[in-house]
């Protein structure tokens, strides 16, 4: 996660600080459809202009997400205008140093769902996995130009993903595990998971990385080492 990643997050725990803002998020979050201002207001019993600040701020914070809608029933010509609503756009977490847990618990479920499907060992399937979503996260990186550009981009996609990246010599020593706990219940099934999510970033980025197991104590037990 880089620095702009965790102010926009912290911002966005810090704007529900507000009580009312807090209880406003907390209705529309419990709602199975998008919330207009009116319904808002009534089920906290408070003013309409009071629910409209509070409601389009948590937009702003990027908490919620607004759209227009016509009320149920009406259509066409004297229809009215549509009202705003407002629905979450999803969970708010923040974690120094950054773990990425929900990225595991995405490949761990995958990886269990293959393997019962094609009764290969779980292991290899987790690995291949998270070795395309690594592909993936490194080719959605930020472009770079000029000479060592594909070892900016490496180290800016690592930064997304919380791995704390630093220079070493030729190679880069990543200062935070993203999974630390869960590598604390399975070693050999995460940080072979790790390894192979690295790799992917490398090759998704073009460079010329090669992902080894070589814990750092108090960090990652990944090192990309550069030939």
Known sequence: MTDLDLARRIEQVASLGEPLRRDLYAFVRA?????SR?????????????AKFHLDRLVDDGLLRASYRRPPGRSGPGAGRPAKVYRVVGDVEVSVPSRRYDLAGRLLVRAVATARRTARPLVSTLAELATAEGRAVGSESS???????????LRK???????????????????????????????????????????????????????????????????????
């Open 38 to 50: 009116e319904q808002a207001a009534q089920a906290l019993g408070i003013a309409h202009h009071a």
């Open 157 to 227: 996609a690592l930064e997304s993903c919380g791995y704390e990246p630093e220079k070493n010599g030729r190679d880069l020593v990543l200062h935070n595990c993203p999974f630390h706990q869960l590598a604390e219940e399975d070693r050999d099934l995460v940080c072979n998971m790790n390894v192979a999510f690295v790799q992917g970033v490398c090759d998704g980025t073009g460079s010329r990385g090669d992902a080894r197991l070589d814990p750092l104590p108090g960090g990652c037990c990944v090192r990309v080492v550069k030939p």
């Open 31 to 35: 709602q199975p459809e998008p919330v």
């Open 143 to 153: 472009p770079e130009r000029g000479r060592g550009a594909a070892a900016r981009r």
